[in-house]
């Protein structure tokens, strides 16, 4: 079998949710029971409810018009329980990769850029950047005691550019004071709505020449990633 990483972009939406089920399989092998767990008592609830509200009607259509509210009841339980643990086994997958806070700040929607790697030193640790509604949010990866210069002159560097807009700065760890890696997107979302969408493209203008002083370092592609980014467009479990 080929060790190729899959491109999601050139996958089907069903080859694609099939892939993420193999992968979460790997990570939560529990992950089928509660699929079927979830059709067969929302879907049993759902034949109840049916009947319940139509007590006394037993035609033939009537039982395929449960038969079908009942699937696609148990059916919508399905890819709820499926999208949520699909995702908990993505972020397990990521958890001590190189990398994992980017891939991680991929699940972000629309109105956010993540810039992978606006900061880095020799031993790898990564400070990336998000622009969004909270204004600027560095978020530092590595070594803690590294990360603290590096965060605190990308921070310098931020605030003398980004002029009245606010700069945050997030560190991802287990540790006290840290952000884990499975509540960084939503540690980020919760900082608030200090900046507009109109306000947003003028920033990014301000870090253009920020950035064109740095050079860009390439981060390491592979099979935990791409599960990541085929997450992203199909289940987003929220």
């Known amino acids: 079998m080929s060790n190729t990483p899959l491109d999601p972009s050139t996958m089907s939406r069903r080859r694609q949710i099939l892939e993420t089920y193999k992968m979460s399989r ?17 879907g049993g609830l759902g034949l109840a ?19 079908v509210a009942t699937f696609l009841i148990g059916l919508l339980a399905v890819m709820i329980v499926f999208g949520r643990r699909a995702q908990k086994a993505a972020f397990a997958r990521l958890d001590g990769q190189l990398g994992a806070a980017a891939r991680a700040l991929t699940m972000l929607r629309r109105g956010w850029v993540i810039e992978e790697v606006v900061g ?27 990360l603290k210069a590096l965060m605190a002159s990308e921070h310098k560097k931020h ?10 700065d997030v560190l991802v760890g287990k540790d006290e004071g840290q952000v884990p890696l ?14 507009k969408p109109a306000e947003i493209t003028e920033l990014r203008q301000r870090l253009r020449a920020l950035d064109a002083q740095r050079p860009k370092v390439p981060l390491p592609r592979g099979p935990v990633p791409t599960s990541m980014k085929g997450m992203r467009g199909n289940l987003r479990g929220r």
Do not use: C
């Not at 790997?26 to 929302?42: Q, Y």
């Not at 139509?54 to 038969?67: E, R």
């Not at 499975?182 to 900046?195: A, C, E």
């Open 120 to 146: 880095f030193t020799k031993q790898q640790d990564m400070v990336h950047r998000v622009v969004g509604p909270p204004g600027i949010v560095l978020v530092g990866e590595g070594n803690p005691a590294r």
């Open 182 to 195: 499975n509540k960084l997107v939503r540690h980020v979302q919760k900082l608030g709505r200090q900046v």
């Open 26 to 42: 790997e990570v939560d092998p529990a992950i089928r029971w509660w699929m079927l767990g979830s059709f067969l008592v929302f």
């Open 159 to 168: 605030e003398r550019v980004a002029g009245d807009y606010p700069v945050h």
């Open 49 to 67: 409810l049916f009947r319940l509200v139509l007590p006394h009607n037993d035609s033939v259509f009537s039982w395929i018009l449960a038969g």
